[in-house]
Nanobody, 125 residues
Framework: RVNLVERGGGSVQAGGSLRLSCEAS????????MGWFRQVSGNEREGLAV???????TYGDSVKGRFTISRDNAKNTLYLEMNNLKPEDTAMYYC???????????????????WGQGTQVTVSS
């Protein structure tokens, strides 16, 4: 059974940094498209960053230049380095995986095969 486990959320002041991780089991991260999303209660889930099997990355406009997605194939783990955090970055953060490596940042949520349980990020002003 595929499992994605996010870690690294927490509370930080504006301007600070956090690094999220998403460890995959029963799924090969290096051959999958993987992505980071976030959701504020009552809002739609927002795509933040995606990395495909070739290592090509795409970022949403709200995080471009501040967040960096990366992957450690040996650890089968996805990361999201978040810098210069703002209060509006407060949300539940999720990772997702598409083993068929066709998803993009704009692929609807229901077409991503696997999701983690989420980790909360809170940024105070």
């Amino acid at each position: 059974r595929v499992n994605l486990v996010e870690r690294g959320g927490g509370s930080v002041q504006a301007g600070g940094s956090l690094r999220l991780s998403c460890e995959a089991s029963e799924l090969t991260a290096s051959t999958s498209t993987m992505g980071w999303f976030r959701q504020v209660s009552g809002n739609e889930r927002e795509g933040l960053a995606v990395i495909d099997a070739d290592g090509y990355t795409t970022y949403g406009d709200s995080v471009k230049g501040r967040f960096t997605i990366s992957r450690d194939n040996a650890k089968n783990t996805l990361y999201l380095e978040m810098n210069n955090l703002k209060p509006e970055d407060t949300a539940m953060y999720y990772c997702a995986a598409d083993p068929s490596d066709v998803a993009t940042l704009y692929t609807p949520q229901f077409q991503w095969d696997y999701w983690g349980q989420g980790t909360q990020v809170t940024v105070s002003s």
